[in-house]
């Protein structure tokens, strides 16, 4: 077979290229094979996975823009001082850090 050489910037690797062969029988293991659950996981489940994490996390940050601006209303409703006015009264609203916190 041929020598392929790979080259980054911490390591260097030769790899062997087999043609027609059948490498479960030709006894060479690579290093790379990985029998954990997390791998198969992966593996089998990696782009759903993603998908739930970037719905999930676009939901909390929409959640928390929209609380955060309803205690910044009813602050105004209240007849508090703005906050682009200087007024820091937003502070001791519940509502407010809830969406900060979310």
């Known amino acids: 077979g041929s020598l392929v050489t790979l080259s980054c910037l911490s390591r260097r690797v030769v790899c062997r290229v087999v043609s027609d062969a059948d490498l479960a029988d030709s006894g ?3 290093g790379t094979a990985d029998d954990s659950w997390v791998a ?3 593996s089998n489940y990696g782009f759903y ?3 739930g994490l970037a719905v ?3 939901f909390l940050i929409g959640s ?3 609380l955060k601006k309803k205690g910044l209303l009813r602050l105004v409703e209240k007849g508090g001082t703005r906050a682009g006015d200087g007024g820091h009264g937003y502070l001791k609203d519940w509502l ?3 969406g900060l916190l979310t």
Request: no cysteine; hydrophobic share 50%; aromatic share 16%.
């Open 28 to 30: 060479q293991d690579n």
């Open 40 to 42: 198969q996981l992966e």
């Open 49 to 51: 996975i993603g998908l």
């Open 56 to 58: 999930f996390s676009s």
């Open 64 to 66: 928390s823009v929209i």
């Open 96 to 98: 407010w850090w809830a």
